[in-house]
């Protein structure tokens, strides 16, 4: 039940809430593309491992992205 309500809920609002409760840290690992059609690739960390990657053509659009994969990843005994 409390998987089906956390993957119901926005990726904004999973990365500011279950992802903040989680040791994690997002950082973005690419930037490429000229200015105006630029993209980036974000990696969240559990610890020292990437546990989830997400692409986008701004950084919070892939950080929603990491966060949707990375919660997909995540046991789900330990989500708040």
């Given at each position: 039940?409390?998987?089906?309500?956390?993957?119901?809920?926005?990726?904004?609002?999973?990365?500011?809430?279950?992802?903040q409760r989680?040791?994690?840290?997002?950082?973005?690992?690419?930037?490429?593309?000229?200015?105006?059609?630029?993209?980036?690739?974000?990696a969240v960390?559990?610890?020292?491992?990437?546990?989830?990657?997400?692409?986008g053509r701004?950084?919070?659009?892939?950080?929603?992205?990491?966060?949707?994969?990375?919660?997909?990843?995540?046991?789900?005994?330990?989500?708040?």
């Amino acid at each position: 039940m409390l998987w089906t309500r956390v993957r119901a809920a926005t990726a904004h609002a999973l990365h500011r809430g279950a992802l903040q409760r989680i040791p994690t840290a997002c950082e973005v690992v690419e930037e490429r593309g000229p200015a105006h059609e630029r993209e980036f690739r974000v990696a969240v960390r559990l610890r020292d491992d990437v546990l989830a990657v997400g692409e986008g053509r701004s950084k919070q659009a892939a950080e929603k992205a990491a966060a949707e994969a990375a919660l997909q990843q995540l046991p789900e005994e330990i989500l708040p």
